[in-house]
């Protein structure tokens, strides 16, 4: 089944199911779509646009993120905080009047329950804890032992230095043992350096 959703195509910003994003809304196009789901069912559709310029194609999957906390001010600019809930698909875009996009779309079932393996998981954190040694990264180990694994794998893929091509990657791997196959695989190659001037290879 579709449903209509009114999306926030914003260049380098991810949602992964499970997460959360803060964000300033200033425009006023942005401020209307705040307003406007706020009144219904508070949620808003994050997702890429492959190019950043207006009106932009958009790439086939986000997130759709339930509002949380909202502070409203008196010039009529929000901070909210996003609460990833589920992957969704666009099936379509659609005529609207409304200043903001919106799209027909379906929302994509993910295993809840998915977990990695031992040795998965295992691999996982051996490579995490040597890219960020190479990143100068200070990590409570403790505590990210602590996480279970999807809130493990989202969250490192929504908060890691990738460019956005990656993090759309990562969010379009249709498994979570997958997306820790390529984490690790991007992580590798982000920890590559170039001989000449030190600098971290990206992928663009």
């Not at 977990?115 to 040597?130: D, H, I, K, P, T």
């Not at 997306?179 to 992580?187: G, K, N, T």
Request: aromatic share 8%; charged share 25%.
């Amino acid at each position: 089944m579709s449903t209509r959703l009114s999306i926030f195509p914003l260049p380098g910003a991810v949602l992964f199911p499970g997460l959360q994003l803060p964000l300033h809304i200033f425009e006023p196009r942005y401020r209307a779509l705040v307003s406007d789901v706020l009144a219904r069912d508070r949620r808003i559709a994050m997702i890429q646009p492959q190019r950043p310029e207006e009106g932009a194609p958009l790439y086939s999957i986000g997130c759709v993120g339930r509002i949380g906390d909202v502070e409203a001010m008196e010039d009529g600019r929000y901070n909210i905080v996003l609460e990833g809930e589920s992957r969704f698909r666009i099936l379509n875009e659609l005529e609207v009047t409304t200043p903001f996009r919106q799209v027909a779309a379906e929302l994509i079932e993910d295993d809840e329950d998915e977990a990695l393996s031992a040795v998965e998981r295992a691999g996982f954190e051996q490579e995490a804890r040597r890219f960020a040694d190479m990143q100068g990264y200070s990590v409570d180990w403790e505590s990210v032992a602590r996480l279970d694994d999807q809130s493990l794998i989202n969250g490192v893929s929504q908060i890691a230095p990738f460019d956005a091509a990656s993090k759309q990657a990562l969010l379009e791997t249709d498994s979570l043992a997958a997306r820790c196959e390529l984490l690790i695989q991007l992580m590798q190659f982000y920890g590559l350096r170039d001989d000449d001037d030190g600098e971290i290879v990206t992928l663009q």
